[in-house]
């Protein structure tokens, strides 16, 4: 059964930084890219970030380009997002996933980022 568990959200400052860890089971995790996903109060669930499965090529979207990083251990089946320089525009319930394209596996239940100004 897999089960994926996000951590490492809080509230922060704008300007601050947080680093988010998902942690997979019961997924042959290096086998699949993965991705972070993020739904703010009132809108859809959008994409933020991918990676390959070895992690040598990270995809981005246009809002945290520069300011994310996406990162994972294979041997730890975990994923991680660096976020700095953060925005009241980037407070969200963040996601961990399989990469866009892939069938989803079950979502998890996020962990909460607030960014006040």
């Known amino acids: 059964q897999v089960q994926l568990v996000e951590s490492g959200g809080g509230s922060v400052q704008a300007g601050g930084s947080l680093r988010l860890s998902c942690a997979a089971s019961?997924?042959?995790?290096?086998?699949?890219?993965m991705a972070w996903f993020r739904q703010a109060p009132g809108k859809e669930r959008e994409f933020v970030a991918e990676?390959?499965?070895?992690?040598?090529?990270?995809q981005y979207a246009d809002s945290v380009e520069g300011r994310f990083t996406i990162s994972r251990d294979n041997a730890q089946k975990t994923l991680y997002l660096q976020m700095n320089a953060l925005t009241p525009e980037d407070t969200a319930v963040y996601y961990c996933?399989?990469?866009?394209?892939?069938?989803?596996?079950?979502w998890g239940q996020g962990t909460r980022v607030t960014v006040s100004s």
């Open positions: 019961g997924l042959s995790f290096s086998n699949h890219g």
């Open positions: 996933n399989r990469a866009p394209g892939m069938p989803p596996a079950p």
């Open positions: 990676i390959s499965l070895g992690g040598g090529v990270a």
